[in-house]
């Protein structure tokens, strides 16, 4: 009875303890996942737009509207029919940015890891408003 408690306890430790990491998201994490992104992206408030645009506080806001940037009619296109940013719509652009949107002109692969998308959200959310 007492391992049968004592194994619970244990288990219930345990699950709780990662689902945490998985939830919430590792900002340090994330930005270790953010050094693929930098050759193209700044991420700090009134950043420069580099070869994409700024994503200071991009997740919440509307797609394709930083100013001064030169966006992809299809990206535009796409703003039109989903508006705003969240996090099931970066999530799937993280994972393929090409599935998401066929003709942008970012050209990324994608993050195959589950773990480093919801890391490098925290990290953008930390970067934001
Ligand atoms: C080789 C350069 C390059 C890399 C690497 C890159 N991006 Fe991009 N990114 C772009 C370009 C170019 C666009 C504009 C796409 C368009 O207009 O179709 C863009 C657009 C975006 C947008 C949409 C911004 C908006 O204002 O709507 C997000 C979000 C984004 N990138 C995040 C990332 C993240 C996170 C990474 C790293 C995992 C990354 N990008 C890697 C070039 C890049």
Do not use: Q
Request: aromatic share 10%.
């Amino acid at each position: 009875m007492l391992r049968t408690i004592i194994m619970t306890t244990l288990l219930t430790t345990l699950f709780i303890t990662n689902s945490n990491i998985s939830f919430a998201g590792d900002i340090k994490a994330g930005e270790k996942v953010f050094n693929k992104c930098k050759a193209c992206h700044s991420v700090d408030e009134g950043g420069k737009n580099k070869l994409g645009p700024n994503l200071w506080n991009i997740v919440g806001s509307p797609i394709a509207a930083v100013e001064g940037y030169k966006y992809s009619k299809a990206l535009k296109a796409y703003a039109d029919e989903a508006g705003n940013w969240n996090e099931e719509n970066l999530t799937a652009w993280f994972k393929k940015p090409k599935g998401l949107v066929r003709k942008t002109k970012m050209i990324f692969p994608g993050l195959k890891k589950a773990d480093d998308i919801t890391n490098l959200l925290a990290y953008l959310k930390a970067n934001g408003k």
